[in-house]
């Protein structure tokens, strides 16, 4: 006979990364023994996370539960939704994929970089296809971002619909005769009884209605057809309207076009394919042709909108681009505003074009970028299609979902049906109540070189100290019974003084350490060789501190024979 | 009889720090065997400095000329205007400074805590002083900042007049008594012929005339008048009209203030000694008391308006502040902006407040904050006013440089009149031509500890090394005369992986290092120190690339016997 057990009917819904940060999202629905993940995207460390390359999440508790999984849902195609899936897949091989047309061919060229196209099955969705795992069903609604094909993602659960939107704009005028966001679909999914709405914050602070993909064409044309000489048009290159605008409007003024940056010409290569991007015969040029076309017949579409130091704008702005150099009368124009934390980068690179005599049209002063996301009076429209029993406002730091759910409020979601909440945390909801009854494994886990999770707060605190003052380190060979000092002590710097010019005080560190190791054996012999590790890195540390009001960090390796 | 020299009547004007940048202000004008320095300012380091505590300017050229000094005059007591006084005095000592009351008393203290009082002489200015050093005079006029006390300097000189505006804003309704800018005497000098107009380019990107302070009272006013709990107001120390438009208004509404944040304490000490502040008998409370008080009746001022990790405000934020944590209810105004390169460590301290349950006011979404600096038109009505001869816009990045260039142009100064310079840049000019003539060393010096200038970019760039894959030490003795490895060899890594998980590399990565220094005397006997060592380099670095893609800096010990 078997034992009865307890059902939880419950949905369980929590995100592994999205929340309180904007970046690597993650996202997880259950129901019994059924699991559907949606995105699974890196995040790009801040400066303090010295030597890290990308931040994922925490995938243990989707590797834990690996046979529940039904598949992945993959919203659009940006690297915070579908960055992690290499480093996902390494650990949990086998999985269904499912996603856009430009998401997939994204993916793939993802796995084929990493070897890892035989580790799952990848799917094309587009927003009419219905997936369905029995209990659970899975379809979508189209919305409009700042990269095409773009979906929302409803769970069907036996509880209702918990949505989520991805990321969005309420473009209704986009370009290029892509698709408005299906309003009807919203529409009838909120007729049909949202049990939740996870909805994008990102420009939760933002009190109006983002531009129209639209109006940023129409500046690009009435800035672009007055200019006289090179133009160099850098922006996302996941941004394939806009490189389609600037690419049209450079074409209609008869110029010729050169694309640098890897991320460009892949991006170019896959809009091209997937027919979002068409260029007629002869107008994409080989970059080494780039000095054969005369100035008012080129437009350089480039990579470094965001100030990256390896980026091709960098390169052309400090002169150490192999191709091109930046010569008077060139225009630059900035299709983009810089995130923040870019803003410095970006005016040293505005900088150095314009002191290579270019003159620079960046989106603050110009009309030649818009956001890629909803603001307040978008994420209300979202809030009032969908009208929601319970909200959770995602991809926002604090502030974000904090506002994002005082407009919830204001379009009727009552006080407690709205949920702030970390990542990791889980809600669980029915149709008559939802709470955060657990908490999921969701720390950061940092990406370093080919390791994953092999460095930490420890490894990134040693970084840091060393690049405040550099290090000290002090080697010599001691024989234990005696205390003699058979070799050294020899002294060595990285990133503290100029070694050359402080001879004086290198000695004088020298006679500290031999002190220090000689004053260990003074009462007795034999020590540990972690004493007298310890007496020199004190003596060290107190006597460069007199001396420079530095904290180097002290290296002792003291070989006892 | 005296040899016959010919004697050159042109003024020299330089600037050893201030151009192309925000920060460090520096600038000399020459006239025969004078020099009238102005203002003596640090910078902050950008994030890639690591390690850097200041930047300061290089001194040698007025060191150099020490016998030719008149005195260093100041504008006004900001940080990137008196900030290098005690770098330059340790160079330079027994010169005279000259500087209005509160400048002068900001100086002052910064000499106590350097124990420099008696270095210099300083002399108290007025907008009245005039100061006659024969072939030179130096007067000056009132201006308005984000600080009180701010002159503009004037130097009279056979040629004409050269003018340094210092840092300034038309602010037509000052606060509490302040005197508006005395456009009069602006334009007397403009009538009586301004040769060279330095003027103030922060705000050159900005197309509008900047926002009263008085405007920003009344906003303030309003605000705080609706606020129920306690309110923490958080903005530079030294905006003193800021702070007394808070205290004032606190006051008003029946609140006690506390202090929090050194540089606060100070600015506030300062303010009443020179009457800018004035508090009532007991509004001023022990922080020891902060808890006594109802939450309806304290308002805190504190620093770290800039999301400054150790400042009261972060430290608040985060729960580690000894007096106070913010509890639900708490309103904290952030009356500031963000400055470029600070906006990700602002938003960390909003989130973590609001986090804490704290309701969080900033300047981009109410009026609780204006520019200290004019915008473009307030630099169109400078250069109308003074009607100068010749421009060189100073203060700001290339790219503010261009444009306040082009607004002089607008109002009448020709083209070829026009200097953007670079630090070091000397303009040699008389009543007819102006032009760049030599260039004197005007590089940043590092100040780090109590070291200025003993580390320069191969230590920073070391540093960037450490910081980003962290190192691994190798230690050996080795008997030169057979190859022998008498001790070690021992690995040891800080800032790279974790030791204690990664055994088997570091066992690895210790045979890599005995295979490398048996191979170096594998033909030959006695090999130098310095071979064996490159050895170990290579060998290391090759390896752990290959297990781990990172690549640490290597830093082999290798001592002989």
Same mark, same amino acid.
Request: hydrophobic content about 60%; aromatic content about 0%; charged content about 20%.
């Given at each position: 006979m078997p034992t009865k057990t307890k059902v939880n009917n419950n949905v369980k819904v929590s995100a592994i990364g999205g929340l309180n940060e904007i970046g690597k999202n993650m996202y997880c629905v259950e129901y019994h023994d059924k699991i559907i993940i949606i995105d699974c995207g890196i995040k790009f460390p801040e400066d303090? =996370? =010295?030597?890290?390359d990308y931040v994922i999440s925490d995938y243990q508790h989707v590797i834990k539960n690996r046979d529940k999984i039904l598949g992945l849902f993959i919203t659009h195609g940006h690297e915070d939704h579908i960055g992690g899936i290499p480093f996902l897949l390494r650990q949990l091989p086998g999985i269904d994929i499912y996603a856009g047309a430009l998401a997939l061919a994204l993916i793939r060229s993802k796995l084929e970089e990493n070897g890892l196209t035989k580790a799952c099955t990848l799917n094309e969705l587009n927003e009419d296809s219905e997936i369905d795992f029995g209990e659970l069903k899975v379809t979508f609604f189209r919305t409009t971002h700042s990269i095409p094909d773009t979906l929302g993602v409803a769970v069907h659960t036996p509880e209702g619909i918990i949505i989520q939107t991805g990321d969005y704009k309420f473009d209704f005028t986009p370009v290029d005769g892509q698709p408005a966001p299906n309003l009807q679909r919203m529409a009838k999914l909120g007729s049909e009884g949202v049990l939740l709405l996870m909805s994008d914050s990102t420009n939760a602070e933002i009190p109006t209605f983002t531009k129209s993909e639209r109006f940023v064409g129409r500046s690009i044309r009435n800035i672009m057809g007055g200019i006289k000489g090179r133009i160099i048009f850098a922006s996302f290159a996941s941004n394939i309207s806009r490189i389609k605008q600037a690419s049209d409007v450079a074409i209609e003024n008869g110029r010729k076009i050169v694309v640098f940056g890897r991320s460009m010409e892949a991006a170019i290569k896959n809009g091209i394919e997937l027919g979002y991007l068409n260029y007629p015969k002869d107008t994409l040029i080989d970059p080494k042709e780039v000095n054969k076309v005369p100035g008012d017949k080129l437009m350089i579409l480039c990579t470094g909108s965001q100030g990256e130091p390896m980026a091709a704008l960098s390169r052309i702005a400090n002169g150490t681009h192999k191709q091109i150099s930046i010569i008077p009368g060139d225009t630059v124009i900035f299709s983009s505003l810089p995130i923040p934390g870019n803003t410095t980068s970006v005016n040293r690179v505005i900088n150095a074009l314009e002191e290579a005599g270019a003159n620079v049209i960046h989106g603050r002063v110009n009309n030649v970028h818009t956001s890629g996301h909803g603001g307040q009076e978008e994420q209300k429209l979202m809030i009032r299609l969908m009208k929601p029993q319970f909200f959770m406002p995602i991809h926002g730091e604090y502030r974000m979902l904090k506002i994002h759910t005082e407009s919830a409020q204001l379009c009727g979601v009552p006080k407690e049906n709205c949920f702030i909440m970390e990542n990791g945390d889980v809600l669980e909801l029915n149709h008559k109540n939802a709470k955060v009854t657990s908490h999921y494994p969701a720390s950061d886990a940092f990406v370093d070189g080919n390791g994953i999770g092999d460095i930490g707060n420890a490894v990134i605190h040693e970084r840091q100290l060393l690049s405040e003052d550099g290090l000290v380190a002090a080697c010599a060979t001691v024989k234990m019974k005696t205390g003699q000092i058979l070799s050294g002590p020899d002294i060595l710097s990285r990133g503290f003084i100029y070694m050359r010019e402080s001879g004086e005080l290198i000695n004088q560190a020298q006679k500290q350490v031999y002190h220090a190791i000689k004053q260990c054996f003074k009462d007795r012999s034999r020590v540990s060789e972690a004493a007298i590790n310890e007496a020199i890195i004190d003596k060290l540390q107190e006597f460069l501190y007199s001396k420079t009001e530095r904290k180097p960090m002290i290296i002792p390796m003291v070989i006892s024979v």
């Open positions: 303090d =996370l =010295l030597g890290v």
